[in-house]
């Protein structure tokens, strides 16, 4: 299975503030179809997850544009330009060109 | 307007059985792969099981194989996921999303084994 690694495990952050998150695969996400399946989803408390950027770096509709991702082959990072009160949650990347389909174990993102 | 809509969750004793269901609207249901992802109290999230548009393929992690059963009828746009010898550490919120890319997620229904 291609294992998810994220860091940091908790970021504290200071609002209006950059952050930045990391997330390594154990494979490369390259499919064969030359795109990289690499998404990266927010989940604020008490709701259920919600896609932010799908192949690596392309964001959702409704995402604010302070949200970005990028990255290759097996290193990936989001960022978040200015930290905002709403953006507070844990964030996971996920893996899809390989089954099973994999998760990174998150990243809470917290006001410091 | 994409909706998913999860429900079937509920109190069931290890070894029992349930069905969970996702009613789906705002999209032509038959053109999208279907997954469904759990999520343990307090825990990250985890993908189970996934089925393609025609339902001719599924896919299934290896902690649920042999144990629950995707479906989907296209005629009433509804995903299901058949749970069968369930264990304590199946307890969780489950939540269907749509496609492959989870670009939509359903609410979640909390399923608790437990005797």
């Known amino acids: 299975d291609v294992v998810m690694t994220q860091s940091p495990l908790s970021l504290p952050v200071t609002l209006g503030q950059p952050a930045s998150i990391s997330c390594r695969s154990s494979?490369?996400?390259?499919?064969?179809?030359?795109?990289?399946?690499l998404n990266w989803f927010q989940q604020r408390p008490g709701q259920s997850p919600r896609r932010l950027i799908y192949?690596?770096?392309n964001r959702d509709s409704g995402v604010p544009d302070r949200f970005s991702g990028s990255g290759s082959g097996t290193d990936f990072t989001l960022k978040i330009s200015r930290v905002e009160a709403e953006d507070i949650g844990v964030y996971y990347c996920?893996?899809?060109?390989?089954?099973?389909?994999?998760f990174g174990g998150g990243t809470k993102v917290e006001i410091k | 307007e994409v909706q998913l809509l999860d429900s079937g969750g509920g109190l069931v004793q290890p070894g029992g059985s349930l069905r969970l269901s996702c009613a789906a609207s705002?999209?032509?249901?038959?053109?999208?792969?279907m997954t469904w992802v759990r999520q343990a109290p307090g825990k990250g999230l985890e993908w189970v099981s996934a089925?393609?548009?025609?339902?001719?393929?599924?896919y299934y992690a290896d902690s649920v194989k042999g144990r629950f059963t995707i479906s989907r009828d296209n005629s009433k746009n509804t995903l299901y996921l058949h749970m069968n010898s369930l264990r304590s550490e199946d307890t969780a919120i489950y939540f269907c999303?749509?496609?492959?890319?989870?670009?939509?997620w359903g609410q979640g229904t909390l399923v608790t084994v437990s005797s």
């Open positions: 494979q490369s996400l390259v499919y064969s179809d030359g795109n990289t399946y």
């Open positions: 996920m893996q899809a060109p390989h089954w099973p389909l994999t």
């Open positions: 192949k690596v770096s």
């Open positions: 999303a749509r496609d492959y890319s989870f670009d939509y």
């Open positions: 705002g999209f032509t249901f038959n053109y999208y792969g």
């Open positions: 089925i393609s548009g025609s339902g001719d393929n599924t």
